[in-house]
């Protein structure tokens, strides 16, 4: 049974640069079978969809986000990455990991998620 | 982008009784080339993450119990708890996946007992 768990700081600087990493196990990250995705919720909010990667580091990012957003992948790691530069307080979430079905945007599977909270 | 509205934002049901949430994505999510709707919702209760309950807009997930059902197609939807549990307590959201580069959420519906 796969599953994801996101790790990282839980404080950034604003300004700085958010990076945190998602570590499968119980399955193959190269496996081809999937996208692999970042979504985060601001306390007490929606979710947004922040961008995914395949196995083959094909990316693909919210219109919102992609200048600032930079998503990774180590297949050797079983683990993908995400970065967020010039982060702000609106930047402030629960961020998750999770997978999509091949050629597919649902998810099916989520991290329990990680709390970062940005501040000066 | 397909911008998805939910409706009602909130919504208080007797145990027993039946609950239903709309969505409505600003335009169609009906592939017609396979005549599948790209539609999913999710449950999330308190402290935890989403939970995929419905694809392809009828389509239940491994595990979810057949009190959830949906049903719609191309701008409208509807997620249905045929009896209401305890345990569905959560806010539920739905998402399209018509735009694979760009899946959006509606906000969020929700669900108590009343």
């Known amino acids: 049974q796969v599953q994801l768990q996101e790790s990282g700081p839980g404080l950034v600087k604003t300004s700085q640069t958010l990076s945190l990493t998602c570590t499968v196990s119980g399955g193959s990250i190269s496996s081809g079978n999937y996208y692999w995705s970042w979504i985060r919720q601001p306390p007490g909010k929606g979710l947004e969809w922040i961008g995914y990667?395949?196995?083959?580091?094909?990316?693909y990012y919210n219109p919102s986000l992609k200048s600032r957003v930079t998503i990774s992948i180590d297949t050797s790691k079983n683990q993908f990455f995400l970065r967020l530069s010039s982060v702000t307080a609106a930047d402030t979430a629960v961020y998750y990991c999770?997978?999509?079905?091949?050629?597919?945007?649902?998810?099916?599977?989520w991290g329990h998620g990680t709390l970062v909270t940005v501040s000066s | 982008d397909i911008v998805m509205t939910q409706s009602p934002d909130s919504l208080a049901v007797s145990l027993g009784e039946r609950a239903t949430v709309n969505c409505k994505s600003s335009q169609s999510v009906l592939y017609s080339s396979n005549n599948k709707n790209y539609l999913a919702w999710y449950q999330q209760k308190p402290g935890q993450p989403p939970k995929l309950l419905i694809y392809?807009?009828?389509t239940r997930a491994s595990g979810v119990p057949d009190r959830f059902s949906g049903s719609g197609s191309g701008t409208d939807f509807t997620l249905t708890i045929s009896s209401l549990q305890a345990e569905d307590v959560a806010v539920y959201y739905c998402q399209q996946y018509y735009s694979t580069d760009d899946p959006t959420f509606g906000q969020g519906t929700k669900l108590e007992i009343k």
């Open positions: 990667i395949d196995y083959s580091e094909s990316s």
């Open positions: 999770a997978r999509s079905p091949w050629e597919l945007a649902y998810f099916d599977n």
């Open positions: 392809w807009a009828s």
